[in-house]
């Protein structure tokens, strides 16, 4: 048994499952604005870096590291809050190609400021977890305390995120906002907090994204690093379904394996090819998403 969990393709699937969660919550961040705003957010991997920034950032105060991860999620969520006021709000209505060149612009405004004020330099971030391995029998696990935190952090926020659109009112608020935005407003729905609050929501996890990768990939804070991440983020998230969280996360997973097995048998350089190919497989076969349900309109 012990041989087995140490094996190849366990330890493929199990670091899969560690890179995936990344994927996930990228993936998660963006279905949360899409089903709040109907609008793509392609600065969210840069709004999710600069609120990193803010939060570890105060380990150079001797702040502790649990206090800083903390902050990261207000801060995302300020941040979140202003670019919508500021940078999206008045093009709601507009060609819906206007505030996708916004956020693009606003990817690279972002990561220009973060760059200026804390340069391109990588920031190591000391996290209170072993980069050590578990072993059994003598053979290295594919696990340790680190990743073991990041997966666990995915999950209690993906699952938290799912229960306030699931089960509370605020949620019904969201979901209503997004769909019929005038028929909410009659009801007494404020149809615009909601949709800045969507963009909070979704800017706190991809902060806690940013966090997660810079401390356990042996990459450090720099003001790309998110950009890989929302790539394969994007592609997941299209292929779990725009309309589903939970799919998106688990398409995020699934790809997060998908990366490791392709890494390890065949080439580093082929997993964007490939992930285009699911991709473009799954917009021909269910544009909704694998796990999106299709929803009959009239006309």
């Not at 995915?154 to 769909?179: C, E, K, M, P, W």
């Not at 810079?214 to 379904?241: C, K, N, Q, Y």
């Not at 580093?268 to 929803?295: M, T």
Request: glycine share 10%.
């Amino acid at each position: 048994m012990d041989g087995f969990l140490t094996s190849r393709n366990v330890t493929d699937v199990l670091e899969g499952i560690v890179q995936g969660v990344v994927v996930g919550l990228v993936a998660l961040g963006l279905v949360l604005i899409w089903r709040a705003t109907r609008v793509l957010n392609f600065a969210l991997g840069a709004i999710a870096t600069f609120a990193a920034y803010l939060g570890m950032g105060l380990l150079s105060y001797h702040v502790g590291f649990w206090w800083c991860f903390v902050l990261c999620i207000p801060f995302g969520m300020v941040l979140g809050g202003v670019a919508e006021r500021v940078f999206v709000r008045p093009l709601y209505g507009k060609p819906e190609l206007n505030p996708i060149v916004a956020t693009v612009g606003l990817l690279l405004l972002i990561e220009a400021v973060v760059g200026a004020i804390w340069s391109t330099t990588t920031r190591a971030i000391p996290v209170p977890f072993s980069f050590i391995r578990w072993t059994l029998d003598g053979n290295p696990f594919a696990l340790s305390p680190l990743s073991v935190f990041q997966i666990s952090a995915a999950l209690v926020l993906a699952l938290a995120i799912g229960a306030l659109f699931r089960f509370t009112n605020l949620g019904l608020q969201l979901r209503a906002t997004a769909h019929a935005p005038e028929v909410s407003r009659l009801l007494g729905v404020r149809v615009g907090r909601m949709l800045t609050l969507g963009w909070m929501l979704s800017c706190s996890v991809g902060a806690v994204a940013a966090v997660i990768v810079a401390s356990g990939f042996a990459t450090g804070l720099t003001p790309s690093e998110m950009e890989a991440p929302f790539a394969v983020g994007f592609i997941a998230a299209a292929v779990g379904g725009l309309d589903n969280p939970i799919g998106a996360l688990f398409a995020g997973i699934a790809f997060g394996v998908i990366e490791q097995f392709v890494t390890d048998y065949l080439n580093a350089n082929l997993v964007l090819p490939v992930a285009l190919g699911v991709l473009i497989l799954v917009l021909v076969l269910r544009p909704q998403g694998v796990f999106s349900r299709q929803v009959a309109r009239r006309v």
